[in-house]
């Protein structure tokens, strides 16, 4: 690698038509060539007529040269010749500079390539290393270069662009509503009284019951924000012009062909609660049922904001102008509107999987493209090709479940980061992050740009001034890396370290005095609750305007849908914290492995939700010298081919089970006879499915099988999901730690 920059080096010395000889000729001119040792200079020196005058010649030769040298143009000079014509200059250097650039590059790979083939008769071993360095070189470069649209900068700029005056007269109204509570919330001033009460935690509870989110827990730390007021009180958002007349076929992209299906009920209350600007977590979207409307009704959300800040802009833009041509010389200047944060992105979109970014722009596009208008979409067919889903690369017909299909269908690639700019209803895809109004992201590709402290490339600035933040399939999160949603919360809404071409007069106070996290709402969607989901809203959000939560207990557990006739042990033991994983783990080992350990009890499937419980009971059962196998989402198809045939057969007693390898796989084993629920399953369903795999593997008489669950205090929310909630509170207050439920009888639970 030092020989590369060795060379490297030595091209970025040569002038241009030395390197044109290079190429041409594939070597460099005998007169350029480089000496390692430098000689002296050589001296010309005309000989006198006559010895008296040699004593004297040196001394007029230094003076001649002196006078000679300022001849040369001086950069000052060159500088004043540039100021006749800057932009052509300019422009000629920066072309001349990229195919400077572009030549040595070239060059370089022409001359290694001469090299390696000279060196290749010599030592083999170094040759493979040298294209292997090479070839990762490549890579990094290609995936550090991401596709960014430069083309359209100017057409979807918010410092270039105005409001033409019928657009103007038409989106004045809604502007000045002063009942529009986008105003109301982006200009509400805080005062630092205020900021202390958000920040010291105090916050009022009220409960609420709507029609169909169920019971709503609302907390405001602040006493002149209250609670939402019943669903029939409660009014929508008013609408940008641009949505006025097609917000009500908001389920038009469910059948694009046929007639819109109507709004549903559901969406009417969600569009209720998000235009009141409160954080929002609700907790049951189910993929099945509710994704789908749930995604339509924030993207509705998402795109009524945007298209009312950029409005905003460009009429100020307007007003500025035509002030700038009225006003007199002399005159005392305006105050600019303060209608901006300091960096351009308003909102960001988490989801989980590109096939999920791509229905959000479908979602968005058909939502700006009314019946008789079609939008200009910048860049669609490369975001087809990129975020859709290739004939040959959809799986063949698989029996898995009907969330299964939901969840992976399209494309599952979950590092992907792409912005949207939207100006005057037309979309720009691959923009720009500091020229982007959307930026829809999974939390990989995310944590790839952000970076960690310490490293010399990263960037966060981006999200300083992020006002809609939604996580979509948050539960899905959880089985990805839960570490890179955190990472990404931890680095919203700071003070950047760039101004990046901020005007500074329009940049709203309240982000200037670095409190623009009070001023997001953050939107939680999940099929689950889950307390690592609930540490989101409790530590990471701020609003001013409170947070609403829905909280809805299931009546009946996921326990009814098992088919078996199984009993089912659920042992409770004590727990400091929903964090302490020493006490689950020697209780098992002290308490409920040994019952197992008997060759008697063979064919037992332990099922770890957790990997770093798996890690830490594989290791405990290794030194044990136990007789058993694992599966976890890292096995190789081989490894779990094996694992799975020992298992069936008998040749292992224990097979250890990880919660993410039934997440992203959904296999039937088959040769169960005994189960244990190490930790009760994030996912309710996932419950009944591992329960049903005893039916299914046809081992054994049904008489001998058992399954044993284990829980703690802090389990609540999950053994409600599964026993049921009224059946879940009085096993948690029951003096008895073991509890008993028998599936599959003639009196089925």
């Known amino acids: 690698m030092g020989k590369r920059r060795q060379k490297k080096q030595l091209f970025t010395n040569l002038s241009k038509k030395q390197k044109k000889h290079l190429k041409e000729f594939g070597e460099e001119h005998p007169f350029h060539d480089v000496v390692n040792e430098r ?59 990229s195919n400077e650039e572009e030549e040595e590059e070239e060059l370089l790979c022409e001359v290694e390539g001469s090299d390696e083939a000279e060196e290749g008769g010599g030592e083999e071993q170094e040759v493979p290393g040298d294209e292997e360095e090479g070839v990762n070189e490549k890579e990094e470069v290609a995936g550090d270069k991401e596709f960014e649209d430069k083309e359209h900068e100017s057409a979807f700029s918010l410092e270039t662009n105005f409001m033409e005056r ?84 908001l389920n038009r992209s ?42 339509s009704a924030y993207c509705l959300h998402v795109l009524n904001h945007v298209l009312k800040a950029n409005s905003r802009v460009l009429a100020h833009n307007t007003q500025l102008r035509e002030r700038k041509t009225r006003a007199k010389a002399g005159a005392e200047p305006h105050d600019e509107p303060r209608d901006q944060g300091l960096t351009r992105p308003k909102v960001l979109i988490l989801v989980p999987f590109r096939g999920g970014a791509l229905q959000v722009v479908h979602t968005l596009i058909s939502l700006l493209e009314t019946k008789g208008k079609k939008i200009t979409v910048s860049n669609k067919k490369k975001f087809k090709e990129e975020f859709g889903e290739a004939e040959d690369e959809k ?59 310490g490293e010399s490339k990263r960037d966060y600035d981006f999200l300083s ?137 063979s064919h037992t499937l332990i099922y770890i939700p957790s990997y770093f419980d798996y890690v830490r009971l594989r290791n405990h059962m290794k030194k044990e010298e136990m007789n058993f196998t694992s599966i976890c989402e890292y096995s190789s198809k081989s490894e779990v081919s094996r694992a799975r045939h020992f298992f069936q057969k008998g040749e292992k007693q224990f097979l250890l089970f990880t919660e993410r390898f039934h997440f992203y796989k959904r296999y039937a084993i088959k040769g169960i006879k005994n189960l244990i629920f190490y930790g009760l399953p994030a996912f309710p369903h996932f419950y ?61 639970v």
């Open 395 to 453: 799986p063949a017909n698989l029996r898995r479940p009907d969330d299964y299909h939901v969840i992976f269908s399209g494309n599952v690639d979950d590092h992907f980061r792409i912005g949207v700019s939207i100006v005057r209803g037309n979309m720009r895809l691959y923009a720009p992050f500091y020229s982007s109004d959307i930026i829809i992201a999974s939390p990989l590709g995310l944590r790839t740009v952000l970076g960690a402290e």
């Open 688 to 748: 009944s499915e591992v329960c049903n795999m005893l039916a299914a593997g046809g081992q054994g008489e049904e008489a001998s099988w058992t399954c044993t669950a284990l829980y703690s205090r802090y389990d609540a929310h999950k053994l409600a999901a599964i026993a049921g909630a009224q059946r879940a509170g009085q096993m948690l207050h029951s003096n008895k730690n073991v509890h008993l439920f028998i599936t599959g009888a003639e009196d089925k």
């Open 39 to 97: 000689p002296e200079r050589t001296q010309i020196v005309d000989l006198p007529s006559s010895p008296e005058q040699s004593d004297s010649e040196p001394e007029n030769r230094i003076e001649q040269e002196e006078e000679e040298e300022p001849e040369q143009q001086t950069a000052y000079q060159r500088l004043l010749s540039t100021l006749g014509e800057p932009s052509a200059d300019a422009q000629n250097q920066e072309e001349e500079s």
């Open 465 to 601: 001034s992020i006002e809609l933040l939604v996580l979509d399939q948050t539960d899905v999160f959880l089985m990805q890396n839960w570490e890179h949603v955190l990472h990404v919360m931890t680095h919203m809404n700071l003070q950047p370290l760039d101004s990046h071409g901020v005007d500074f007069s329009r940049v709203r106070m309240w982000n200037l005095n670095n409190w623009a996290r009070h001023y997001r709402q953050t939107l939680v969607f999940s099929s689950i609750q889950d307390p690592q989901i609930n540490n989101i809203l409790t530590r990471h959000c701020a609003n001013y305007r409170g947070q609403i939560t829905a909280k809805n207990m299931p009546k009946t557990g996921s326990i009814c849908q098992v088919l078996a006739q199984l009993p089912h042990i659920f042992q409770m033991f004590s727990s400091d914290s929903f964090m302490d994983q020493d006490a689950r783990f020697q209780f098992f080992v002290d308490q409920v492995l040994p019952q197992y350990r008997d060759s008697v009890m």
């Open 254 to 295: 469910f059948n694009p062909k046929g007639p819109a299906e109507e709004i549903s009920p559901l969406q009417l209350e969600l569009l209720a609660l998000m235009g009141s600007y409160k954080d929002l977590y609700h907790p049951d979207t189910c993929p099945l049922k509710q994704g789908p409307y749930v995604r």
């Open 166 to 249: 019928g657009e103007q007269d038409e989106n004045a109204a809604p502007l000045k509503n002063s009942k529009d509570l986008f105003l109301d919330h982006l200009n509400t001033e805080l005062t630092e009284e205020d900021v202390n009460k958000i920040t010291s935690g105090s916050k009022s509870k009220t409960q609420i019951t709507w029609p169909k989110l169920g019971n709503l827990l609302c907390t405001n730390p602040l006493e002149r924000f209250g609670p939402i007021g019943p669903q029939k009180d409660t009014d929508l958002a008013d609408f940008h012009k641009l949505l006025e007349s097609s917000w009500k076929d």
